[in-house]
């Protein structure tokens, strides 16, 4: 990671003891750049730190709750005599131990009404005094962690900054044996051993990283014996390795997976050393390809330089060379993106393509981690495949004017709403070139801008004759003084700039605020390495600059007097009326 680290601070209460992992959360944070600073309750002290607004809790005043509970300590009482009730007595007590956690987590929003609180699924023993009777007999224990888990989705749904960190899965997939430690246990009431909580801190700081919109954009992939077996150049399309079973069968599973990081957002792009027919001949035929030619939003097949061609994937998806992670089956060429890139992440690659799915469900969670997925997530690879459109479209214009006029574009700027906020929130998050302030927001801080009289939060979805776009600008305005709005946040997607739609953008935002008595708009400017693309945007739009303040220039247009032209090209559609976000 490069640059100064951001801070971000813990809060740890739990039924068991974290002052072990204490150190190893921080530690994993500091390795993706981040300065974690921690205070833990002590043991089996969360009730009371909740239940009191004046204790150590709420004075923290952290960024981040971590409630961890343990199944053993939840269902104590049914551990310690099995033999009793029966299997509805059991649901019941799960889902009234979902109910408290519920109630607690409310109790910790009520005082930390920005924070993120991350919860956590329990497990029970998997080996117990009924072994053997679980499913022959009255009793059992299974359904208490499987009727909790169940609830514990039900009490996070709809709720953006209550997260649930999948202990049991991660548990499951190292093994209770090697994350429980009887010693720690009895020594200093701490259930998990080194590993478990290496584990455990690599799950939280992904959520967390992903919340706070630290995530990969894309995964760039070699062809021969990465996404197939065999050399197509060699073996041609018919004799590569691929297919419904045998040793094909991992190259299918490993295509499968990426499908489903694409579903999720991730882009997908190409990078192979091949000829190109050869290689578009496999993915437009090959039976057995669960990825075709529209799975990928760019491509690079030749025989140039890799490096070279990250670079250029990256200049054509307008996104930076530190959104790539580049899999490549060759070690040489690993090492060469690796010496050449140091942005790019390039992960060590199994030889058994048997271990191509684990290890890009291990990548997947580490890089490509999300906590939600929004419209345009699921459409990305759709909306570079018409972005191709507009390019041919553009080399065939007779002019610029007339370019932008046969898109077609129709803007529907719009106060922010329970639909539009996650992906508000989102844009400010990953937005870099476009970004006038590039102030960083959850959703919970647009929750509270959205939900204040002196401040505006719109966004701006475009549509042309290709696509849809989905929601690809915010502005977020507050009333410094009673006839002055400063524009706290200004942003557009790249996808989106150079077509006036800036200009349309602010020149909505004048008349609206015309509308509301305003007098003057300011602006700011704050440099950073990537928003350079922005730094003339004021003055190009007749706005006055007025000085500095905290190293941002300040920008002054008086919107009585002077008119931020929307292009003719532009159709805008009506802002919604304000609706109620609380």
Same mark, same amino acid.
């Given at each position: ?31 993706w750049g981040w300065a974690a600073k921690t205070w833990e309750a002590g043991f089996n002290q969360f009730r009371q730190e909740i239940a009191n607004p004046a204790s150590g809790l709420y004075a923290f005043r952290p960024d981040v709750v971590i409630l961890h509970l343990d199944g053993e300590d939840l269902f104590a009482e049914w551990l310690r005599n099995p033999f009793q009730g029966n299997r509805e007595r059991r649901r019941e007590s799960a889902q009234q131990a979902a109910r408290d956690v519920e109630s607690w987590a409310a109790a910790i929003r009520a005082e930390l009404p920005r924070a993120l609180i991350i919860l956590n699924t329990v497990y029970l023993p998997p080996v117990h005094a009924l072994t053997g009777l679980e499913y022959h007999s009255p009793w059992g224990l299974g359904d208490l962690a499987a009727e909790f888990n169940c609830e ?59 919340? /706070?919109? %630290?995530?990969? $954009?894309? #995964? =760039?992939?070699? @062809?021969?014996?990465? &996404? ?6 060699? +073996? ?69 330089? /890799?490096? %070279?061609?990250? $670079?250029? #994937? =990256?200049?054509? @998806?307008?996104?930076? &060379? ?6 490549? +089956? ?76 046969? #898109? ?6 719009? &106060? ?167």
């Open positions: 990671m490069t640059g100064s680290p951001r801070p971000v601070s813990f809060a740890l209460l739990s039924s068991s003891t974290l002052q072990l992992f204490d150190s190893v959360l921080r530690k994993e944070m500091q390795r514990l989705g039900r009490v996070v749904a709809g709720k953006p900054d209550l997260l649930v960190n999948d202990v049991a899965a991660a548990m499951s997939d190292l093994g209770y044996r090697q994350w429980f430690d009887a010693r720690l246990w009895r020594l200093a009431r701490c259930r998990m051993s080194n590993a478990a909580m290496k584990r455990l801190a690599r799950n939280l700081s992904a959520l967390v990283r992903a919340w /706070k919109g %630290q995530t990969r $954009k894309c #995964l =760039a992939l070699d @062809l021969d014996n990465t &996404l197939w077996g065999g050399i197509i150049g060699e +073996d041609g399309p018919q004799g590569i390795v691929l297919a419904e079973e045998g040793p094909g069968l991992a190259f299918t599973e490993f295509q499968e997976e990426l499908a489903h990081l694409s579903r999720k957002g991730v882009i997908l792009a190409i990078c192979s050393k091949n000829n190109e027919e050869d290689a578009l001949e496999a993915i437009r035929s090959h039976p057995s390809m669960r990825l075709r030619e529209d799975s990928f939003a760019a491509r690079r097949i030749n025989w140039r330089d /890799k490096a %070279q061609n990250l $670079k250029e #994937l =990256a200049a054509e @998806l307008n996104i930076g &060379l530190d959104s790539f992670v580049f899999v490549d +089956d060759n070690p040489a060429e690993r090492s060469l993106v690796r010496m050449s890139l140091p942005e790019v992440h390039v992960p060590e690659w199994p030889e058994d393509p048997g271990e191509y799915k684990a290890a890009l469900l291990d990548l997947a969670g580490e890089y490509f981690c999300r906590v939600a997925v929004t419209a345009e997530d699921r459409e990305r690879n759709a909306m570079y495949h018409a972005e191709r459109g507009r390019v041919s479209l553009a080399a065939a214009a007779g002019s610029l004017t007339d370019y932008y006029q046969s #898109l077609q574009m129709r803007a529907q700027i719009a &106060l922010a709403d329970s639909f539009s906020i996650p992906r508000i929130a989102q844009l400010t998050q990953k937005t870099n070139q476009f970004n006038l302030t590039t102030r960083r927001y959850t959703e919970a801080d647009i929750r509270a801008f959205a939900g204040q009289p002196d401040a505006i939060v719109l966004s701006l979805h475009l549509r042309d004759r290709f696509s849809d776009q989905g929601i690809v600008g915010v502005m977020i305005l507050s009333e410094r003084q009673e006839d002055a709005w400063s524009v706290d946040t200004l942003l557009l997607s790249c996808r989106v700039i150079g077509r006036g739609v800036e200009n349309a953008f602010v020149g909505f935002a004048q008349q609206l605020l015309l509308g509301r008595g305003a007098r003057e708009m300011i602006g700011e400017y704050a440099p950073t390495k990537k928003n350079g693309l922005a730094a003339n945007l004021y003055k190009d739009l007749g706005f006055e600059q007025i000085g500095e303040e905290l190293g941002a220039a300040r920008w002054r247009l008086p919107i009585r007097t002077m008119a931020v032209q929307i292009p003719e090209w532009i159709t805008i559609e009506p802002v919604k009326e304000p609706v109620h976000v609380g």
